[in-house]
Nanobody
Framework: QVQVDESGGGEVQTGGSLLLACAVSTSDLSIYTMGWHRQVAGKQRELVAAISAGKVTNYADFAKDRFTISRDNAKNTVTLQMTSLKPEDTGVYYC????????????WGKGIPVTVSS
């Protein structure tokens, strides 16, 4: 059974930083890509950043130069360091793991709220 547990988030002022963390329990199944998506008010869920098992990263334009995604393959964890936060970054952030050996394949966390106040 796959379990995705997120932590971190919270409230910060404009210009501040937050660290999001995600741990995935897979019963020894290999994880391909891990990533973070977000849903902000009035918009559909969107990619923030993703990282492959080979540590190749992909960032949304809004995340480039401000956010950093990292991964520990041995621990099946992924983190998102967010800096220079803006009010428009306010939303719910979701961790996702791509496990190709499963029928379902994509496993999502419950989401953690991030609030950036002006």
């Amino acid at each position: 059974q796959v379990q995705v547990d997120e932590s971190g988030g919270g409230e910060v002022q404009t210009g501040g930083s937050l660290l999001l963390a995600c741990a995935v329990s897979t019963s020894d199944l290999s994880i391909y890509t891990m990533g973070w998506h977000r849903q902000v008010a009035g918009k559909q869920r969107e990619l923030v950043a993703a990282i492959s098992a080979g540590k190749v990263t992909n960032y949304a334009d809004f995340a480039k130069d401000r956010f950093t995604i990292s991964r520990d393959n041995a621990k099946n964890t992924v983190t998102l360091q967010m800096t220079s936060l803006k009010p428009e970054d306010t939303g719910v952030y979701y961790c996702v793991a791509d496990i190709p050996a499963t029928e379902r394949r994509f496993f999502w966390g419950k989401g953690i709220p991030v609030t950036v106040s002006s």
